[in-house]
């Protein structure tokens, strides 16, 4: 594995004010030669070769000029062997032979796309993520895989897909986690995974987390009656356990006052009429017992 190095350059401000002053001195020399005589000396004309050899010299080594933007960086290359990398902004100057390849280390979102996969339970549904990633280790996003951009996405969508198998769309137990009720530590555990897949590009993964959930057009009335059915056995069983408590509380209330003295029949009466009132969906209508329950 190729890991990263940062290499460190000469100023570009420092080399360019050299090469115009040794390209400004070969200039005045050549014309200098060529007006008088002395071109006409063997060491005369070897300054000319010397002087027209040299600016071209200037001109290659002003190729290695090059600017580093804020959060980018520059991988150079020398004849296909990794030279290292530059992540200091500025003007700067290296080697006119390397190569250098401009990298964005801003951070990114990757938005995925909706796919349809089966929950833990085998229902299908819709699923997508949104990633937030930046790279880090400029060598293992250049060299370790082909297009890293590419691979965040193959990964990230893989990663999403095989979260989605582990988990149930919903669930009505409390200690069990599910894709809409556990957004949180789903979200959390989705980062992880991702963030292992993309490791060895040399991308860190900021944050992931699910922006697209419903179950799949072809279940989607079916399991919506199903929540509605469930919802309304929750309604009804809290209901049930608060009325129960209000009679409980209704009998021992009139125990401990004395206003009444209530015998199991008359207990019996009483709870059934509190639970009829208490859980009816729609208003009782009173009615007044103005004889006795007993014959």
Request: charged content about 20%; proline content about 3%; glycine content about 6%.
């Amino acid at each position: 594995m190729i890991r990263e190095r940062i290499r460190s350059t000469l100023s570009g401000w420092l080399v360019l004010v050299l090469l115009l002053a040794a390209a400004g001195s070969l200039i005045f020399s050549l014309i200098y030669l060529l007006s008088t005589d002395a071109h006409d000396s063997v060491p005369g004309g070897l300054m000319v070769v010397g002087c027209i050899v040299g600016l071209p010299v200037v001109a290659v080594l002003a190729a290695g000029f090059f600017i580093v933007n804020p959060n980018e960086a520059k991988v150079l290359t020398l004849f296909g062997k990794y030279s290292g990398s530059v992540k200091t902004d500025g003007f700067h100057w290296a080697n006119p032979l390397l190569t250098k390849r401009r990298l964005s280390l801003r951070i990114r979102n990757f938005e995925g796309g909706q796919v349809k996969v089966n929950d833990r339970d085998g229902n299908p549904v819709e699923i997508a993520a949104v990633v937030v990633w930046r790279v880090v280790e400029t060598a293992e996003a250049s060299f370790e895989v082909d297009d890293y951009q590419h691979y965040v996405k193959v990964q990230s969508e893989a990663a999403t897909r095989n979260l989605a198998t582990q988990y149930p769309y919903d669930t009505h137990e409390e200690q069990e986690m599910s894709l809409r009720g556990n957004t949180q530590e789903v979200a959390a555990q989705l980062k992880t995974e991702v963030q292992e897949r993309l490791a060895k590009a040399g991308v860190e993964v900021l944050e992931a987390r699910i922006n697209h959930l419903a179950y799949a057009p072809e279940i989607a009335s079916a399991m919506l009656q199903r929540q509605q059915a469930g919802a309304i056995i929750a309604a009804r069983q809290r209901i049930v356990e608060g009325a129960v408590g209000m009679v409980e509380s209704a009998l021992e209330m009139l125990s401990q006052r004395e206003i009444v003295d209530l015998d199991n029949e008359r207990k019996a009466a009483m709870v059934s009429n509190l639970l009829v009132v208490l859980c009816s969906e729609r208003g009782t209508q009173p009615i007044v017992n103005a004889g006795t329950i007993y014959q």
